[in-house]
């Protein structure tokens, strides 16, 4: 009789798991937490969509944040940069990117890995795709995602021609617009009911 022989699968960490999905080598991932701007200095506090309306400090606080991080992502050889929330909720993120490339092949979505998120606060608009990942273009609090060489580029020519023109734009809101003005959708997760 042979020995029963147990196979003991190590879990898989959140890069590899990424790597997997992407379809890239390791290097090319970079794993960031989003680094704390004090100053804002004299920044542009106009908002580009409320007319009148301006932005808080901590707004834009939290702009510069995302923007010097992807400045500094495109100075390395990294093509996508997975931001870490801060509450690390990735409980199925297998499924849930089994998923999204389920949807992306049905629905021939070409650049999923470009921008996607994995943890927000609501979503503003949405689209209902599966029980687990819905499309957005308009969304609030960002913790999480998943953003491509390309859509950084895209993302921080927007931000310089706003503050060029005296007005800025909330990250998420930014975000949204970038993916609005190349007509696409990002997919996302379905928020649980509370």
């Excluded at 931001?83 to 070409?110: N, P, S, T």
């Excluded at 890995?113 to 990942?133: E, R």
């Excluded at 390309?150 to 990250?171: D, F, N, Q, R, W």
Aim: glycine content about 12%.
């Amino acid at each position: 009789m042979r020995p029963h022989l147990r196979y003991i699968m190590q879990p898989q960490t959140l890069k590899e798991i990424l790597v997997e999905f992407i379809g890239k080598p390791p290097g090319l991932i970079t794993m960031e937490t989003l680094p704390v701007v004090g100053e804002v200095g004299e920044h542009p506090t106009k908002c580009a969509t409320e007319p009148g309306g301006h932005r808080t400090m901590e707004e834009i606080g939290l702009l510069l944040s995302h923007i010097l991080l992807m400045r500094r992502v495109l100075s390395t050889d990294a093509t996508h940069m997975f931001l870490v929330g801060a509450e690390g909720v990735y409980g199925d993120l297998k499924e849930y990117l089994a998923q999204v490339g389920r949807v992306a092949r049905e629905f021939q979505i070409a650049g999923v890995d470009d921008f996607l998120l994995f943890s927000v606060s609501g979503y503003c608009g949405w689209l209902p795709i599966t029980k687990g990942v819905i499309a957005t273009n308009e969304f609030n609090g960002a913790f999480s995602y998943l953003i491509g060489r390309p859509m950084m580029e895209k993302v921080i020519g927007a931000y310089e021609h706003l503050k060029k023109g005296g007005m800025v734009y909330p990250i998420d809101g930014l975000l949204g617009f970038v993916l609005r003005a190349q007509r696409r959708w990002a997919l996302g997760p379905a928020l649980q009911p509370k």
